[in-house]
């Protein structure tokens, strides 16, 4: 039987805080962020606003990287992508943080024509990596 403990929800971690203003369509790779201190499972939290123009759509997923795209090129996470949004609204994704690597970033898709516009906002929080008491 393993050893379990709580930690108080006041402790746990923001590990990223990310705005985004997007004006017009593409592709956009957010910041990589080190997850090598958490344990458990991140909550990754999507809030998305000020939608403007035809059709938009988002798509944002997550890589991961050894080592933040120095020698080893970031790589989608099977699974860690929220489904397309089309409007405004507040979205959440659970992520196992022993099943990525040491860095993670966000990445967007924007799609739509005249006009597209989007305010995002990416938090992910966490718990620290502690060890128990004796």
Do not use: C, H
């Amino acid at each position: 039987m393993g050893r379990g403990f709580d930690v108080p929800s006041n402790l746990q971690r923001l590990l990223l805080g990310s705005v985004f203003n997007q004006s017009g369509t593409g592709v956009t790779n957010g910041l990589g962020t080190d997850v090598s201190k958490l344990i458990g499972r991140v909550n990754i939290g999507l809030a998305v606003g000020n939608r403007a123009g035809t059709a938009p759509t988002l798509d944002v997923k997550f890589q991961d990287s050894d080592d933040d795209d120095v020698l080893d090129p970031y790589a989608d996470i099977p699974g860690a992508f929220f489904p397309q949004v089309t409007t405004e609204g507040i979205f959440d994704l659970p992520m196992k943080i022993e099943d990525v690597k040491k860095f993670v970033r966000p990445v967007l898709t924007i799609g739509g024509s005249a006009g597209v516009k989007w305010t995002i906002i990416i938090a992910m929080m966490g718990m620290p990596l502690r060890s128990p008491a004796a």
